[in-house]
Nanobody, 116 residues
Framework: QVQFEESGGGLVQPGGSLKLSCESS?????MGWYRQAPGKQRELVAV???????NYLDSVKGRFIISRDNAKNTVYLQMNSLKLEDTAVYYC?????????????WGQGTLVTVSS
């Protein structure tokens, strides 16, 4: 029942920046971003709770910033100093509280391509 959509992906040169956005609804516990490059394992990039606590993949620390607007139920991923290895499909994930627990939802993904 929960639906949302990622946006902001595209083609960028090494060293450039992109900002991803994902808007959802409901009683959100946490929001985050995963990514998966072709032929590679899916990895958690960043997560932020409704209280503002964050975690980052080691390889993106200092370059990526995750933030959220609780009023808008929106999560952002500011991606700076992009590298070739950042090329991947990025997926928004949202954990929403329910009457009996929680529900994890996923977006369809947005492609980020870092290339010269």
């Amino acid at each position: 029942q929960v639906q949302f959509e990622e946006s902001g992906g595209g083609l960028v040169q090494p060293g450039g920046s992109l900002k991803l956005s994902c808007e959802s609804s409901g009683s959100i516990i946490s929001m985050g971003w995963y990514r998966q490059a072709p032929g590679k394992q899916r990895e958690l990039v960043a997560v932020i709770t409704s209280g503002g606590s964050t975690n980052y993949l080691d390889s993106v620390k200092g370059r990526f910033i995750i933030s959220r607007d609780n009023a808008k139920n929106t999560v952002y991923l500011q991606m700076n100093s992009l590298k070739l290895e950042d090329t991947a499909v990025y997926y928004c994930t949202v954990r929403i509280a329910t009457t009996t627990g929680f529900l994890d939802t996923w977006g369809q993904g947005t492609l980020v391509t870092v290339s010269s």
